[in-house]
């Protein structure tokens, strides 16, 4: 735990930097254009494949969806400048964990590395790979949906195959992630091209009308926000690359301003093209609305669809085990899990014990899950903790004066998001409660006992319970602990 040395440093120090050796720093070769390719390429996955049949099916009509997805690009944005100032104010690693320590103490920092252990990282990965998975059967099942079994046969074997090339080699899992982001950006660009293609042939009559029959209440523009924000996910991961940006200070921001604003007119484009072939009936019908979008605008080359949706889920699934495997190594080598899950395999010098932690989370999510719950699942929780962080950025601004702020947000965009945040959280448990929000709060209470038997008293018998198992583990995957790694 590393809220001792924080405490001892708060007196003296103006800026809290990582207290990691400082020895060989990345070069700083990225300008303003390469940041905004790297946001874009990072935000723009699987979510824009599958959620604009929700957000249609919470809104009901054509013009308060498009308007829906302009404002989850509205709140990103304004999200993602409230973490370029907390990242460039606290520069440790380790997402929202070290500015949740700074703000308000080690519980809520450890509740948010569970959660992430526990909740957001595993149902995101397991998501992702059900969307693979259908648009997969998709073609297979014309005219029917695919039987569930099917369905989620694929995705577990999916996760099972992705964790198993990482595991297997971190050269191999970067190849994979490169060729599969290429895939992914062509697909979008095809179907942008396409739609404002017919858009430009005078194809309009779904736009007529477009605000008859709209669903306004609280539950449903929550819901709806629910499902478009997972298409944005990533917005808060951006101040990673302040290390390798010239002139970080003002490019950051630029990127940000840039970047997620060209994401959000992409998948406006993206709507507005589905529109274009299909009513907003037809697409709530769709098992699977890229295919169908191909099949009546590419035929007979509407394979490539599929295929390249395909691809470019597998390429967020990818990216999204990499970097969960990590999250679940690094909890493992500070205490705040099974020491086990620090090890490092003596063969590939991959964390493959954290790699297949991770994986069988996300396969347990998968069998009783859907979908649409499973993204309710993880919004809710996700901007539970969005929400506190930003809490936490404008407590610091009372607290914390002293520290450094290179980027310096107004005072109202925090607050903002704040409220936001509040609103996705509460909204949705009081105008349409459902189980999977209650499993959500006491998966994440559940951690309150791991801190105090295993983190913060370190009782006795837990470690004698924790001890054999680590022990059997090590001997059966054929890893050790990083010190004992070859080099």
């Not at 529109?275 to 098992?287: D, G, I, P, R, Y």
């Not at 010098?349 to 998968?366: D, E, Q, V």
């Amino acid at each position: 735990m590393e809220e001792t040395s924080l405490r001892k440093r708060r007196g003296d120090e103006k800026s809290i930097q990582s207290s990691e050796p400082k020895t060989t720093s990345l070069q700083k070769e990225l300008g303003l254009f390469s940041g905004t390719c790297i946001i874009v390429g990072t935000i723009i996955g699987s979510g824009i494949f599958i959620s604009p049949k929700s957000v249609l099916s919470n809104m009901e009509a054509v013009g308060p969806c498009l308007i829906i997805w302009a404002m989850c690009g509205v709140l990103a944005t304004l999200g993602a400048l409230c973490f370029a100032e907390l990242g460039t104010m606290i520069t440790k690693s380790g997402g929202e964990y070290p500015y949740l320590m700074e703000a308000f103490g080690p519980i809520p920092a450890y509740l948010f590395s569970w959660s992430s252990l526990f909740v957001i990282k595993p149902s995101s990965f397991a998501i992702i790979c059900l969307s693979f998975s259908e648009y997969v059967c998709a073609p297979f099942y014309s005219g029917c949906s695919p039987p569930q079994v099917v369905i989620k046969t694929l995705a577990a074997a999916a996760i099972l195959l992705i964790s198993t090339v990482n595991a297997l080699s971190v050269r191999l899992g970067s190849y994979v992630q490169n060729v599969f982001t290429a895939a992914k950006m062509v697909i979008v660009v095809i179907i942008i091209i396409s739609g404002l293609v017919l858009l430009a042939q005078g194809n309009t009559r779904n736009f007529e009308n477009s605000f008859e029959g709209a669903s306004l209440s609280v539950g449903s523009i929550s819901l709806a926000l629910y499902n478009g924000l997972w298409a944005y996910d990533g917005w808060n991961q951006l101040n990673y690359i302040t290390e390798e940006l010239r002139n970080p200070f003002r490019n950051l921001p630029l990127a940000i301003i840039i970047g997620i604003p060209l994401v959000t007119g992409c998948y406006i484009l993206m709507n507005v093209s589905y529109f274009t072939v299909m009513t907003a009936t037809e697409l709530l019908q769709s098992q699977a609305v890229a295919v169908t979008f191909g099949d009546r605008v590419l035929y007979p080359a509407s394979w490539i669809v599929p295929l390249f949706v395909a691809f470019s889920t597998i390429g967020a699934a990818n990216g999204s085990c990499f970097t969960a495997g990590r999250l679940v190594f690094v909890a493992g080598r500070e205490g705040h899990m099974l020491k086990v899950l620090s090890y490092i395999s003596v063969k590939r010098l991959t964390p493959a014990p954290a790699i297949m932690f991770h994986s069988m989370i996300a396969i347990i999510y998968i069998i009783p899950g859907d979908i649409n719950s499973l993204v309710n699942y993880f919004s809710f929780a996700a901007w539970l903790f969005y929400g506190l962080t930003i809490t936490g950025l404008i407590v610091m601004r009372f607290t914390r004066k002293e520290l450094k702020r290179p980027i310096k947000v107004p005072i109202f965009i925090p607050i903002l998001v704040t409220l936001l945040s509040v609103f996705l959280v509460l909204a949705p448990i009081i105008s349409a409660p459902a189980w999977e929000y209650l499993y959500c709060v006491l998966f994440m209470l559940s951690g309150l006992v791991f801190y105090f038997l295993f983190v913060h008293y370190k009782f006795g018998w837990a470690q004698k319970i924790s001890k054999p198992l680590t022990m059997h583990l090590q001997m059966l995957m054929e890893v050790v602990p990083p010190e004992e790694a070859p080099e």
